[in-house]
């Protein structure tokens, strides 16, 4: 099913974050690697595009909403795979200092 894994995702913060303080207003926003969003951030997103209208007049509001939360998720992704890579290199590389200084 399409959107199963961003609404299990909501479904998990949502359990992790039910002692939070009421001062605080909690949307889980579960977003899938290939696109599709959960409910919830399908509901924030409308929302959030509806008052951004309301307040600019500007019609294209809502796709360049989109845009800038669809390319902060794709750089957070890129992040995440930029740290991985250079923890696999640390490790290689100091397995090949300590190699190469025993030798």
């Not at 961003?6 to 359990?15: I, L, V």
């Not at 696109?35 to 007049?57: H, I, N, Y």
């Amino acid at each position: 099913m399409v959107g199963a894994a961003a609404t299990s995702a909501e479904q998990a913060k949502r359990r992790k974050y039910e002692n939070l303080e009421s001062s605080f207003i909690f949307v889980p926003f579960g977003v899938e690697t290939l696109g599709p969003w959960g409910p919830d951030a399908q509901a924030l997103f409308k929302e959030l595009s509806k008052r951004v209208f309301e307040s600019t007049g500007d019609p294209s509001a809502r796709s360049y909403l989109g845009q800038r939360i669809s390319l902060a998720i794709q750089r957070g992704i890129q992040h995440l795979r930029n740290c991985a890579s250079l923890r696999w290199f640390r490790r290689r590389f100091r397995f090949y200092f300590v190699l190469h200084s025993l030798f």
